[in-house]
């Protein structure tokens, strides 16, 4: 069965900081796709990124980055320079499509709050 | 605006009633779902729907029950048989095929039941 790691409850870094999030996944598909997303105090879900599992580009949005290793089934997120604005919880997903599209499973998630 | 409304936010249940949240998109997405969220589990699924009149059962489906008549809307009822219906309900709806696209959240309804 696939399954989403996000072994970081909760961290906190000081505005300016960078952060890594964590995520490992585990799925015996060749087929599979990745994702990020945020979820602000209002509740509302962001989608941030999505990644297949042909695609080990690394990916750099501003200040957002994701690091995709299929060699240790990794998909990490990196806030460079941390603002407020970031405090939020992080999900990484997964959903495997190869024999049977199956919806996204998600991690627990990462509550990260960014001091001033 | 296109999007994904619930309604309602905020609704208060008194144990053994059923109580209906309601889903409703404008994006001419297919797809269709609902999680649960509780504090340090993440999001659970709890139904999905590719298309109008189908619909499975996720990981967490007792207690639930859902429709799916109209492409816009797909409700879910929470029933008197859920044991542990406090919790953070979150719709969301994809374009493309289970599984291959992003998924629209709405922005939640909370159910506490007293």
């Known amino acids: 069965a696939q399954k989403v790691t996000q072994a970081q409850t909760e961290i906190s870094v000081v505005e300016k900081e960078d952060v890594t999030l964590d995520c490992v996944y585990e799925t015996r598909d060749t087929t599979y796709y990745l994702f990020w997303y945020k979820q602000p105090p209002s509740g509302e879900l962001v989608f941030l990124i999505r990644?297949?599992?042909?695609?080990?580009q690394n990916e750099i949005s501003g200040r957002y980055s994701w690091n995709f290793q299929k060699s240790t089934s990794s998909f990490n997120f990196t806030i460079t320079a941390s603002q407020v604005v970031d405090s939020a919880v992080y999900f990484c997903a997964l959903s495997e499509v190869s024999r049977r599209n199956t919806p996204l499973v998600f991690g627990k998630g990462t509550r990260l709050s960014v001091i001033a | 605006d296109g999007g994904i409304t619930q309604s309602p936010k905020y609704l208060f249940r008194k144990e053994g009633q059923n109580v209906t949240l309601s889903c409703e998109q404008n994006l001419n997405h297919d797809a269709m779902y609902w999680y649960r969220q509780d504090p340090g589990q993440g999001l659970r699924l709890i139904y999905y729907s590719q298309i109008v009149n189908d619909f499975q059962k996720g990981d967490i489906a007792e207690g639930y029950s859902v429709s799916r008549e109209k492409k816009e809307s797909f409700p879910l009822t929470v029933t008197s048989a859920q044991k542990n219906p406090t919790a953070f309900y979150l719709c969301?709806?994809?374009?493309?095929?289970?599984?291959?696209?992003?998924?629209?959240f709405g922005e939640g309804s909370r159910l506490t039941v007293l």
């Open positions: 990644r297949n599992s042909f695609d080990e």
């Open positions: 969301a709806s994809s374009i493309q095929q289970i599984g291959r696209g992003e998924l629209f």
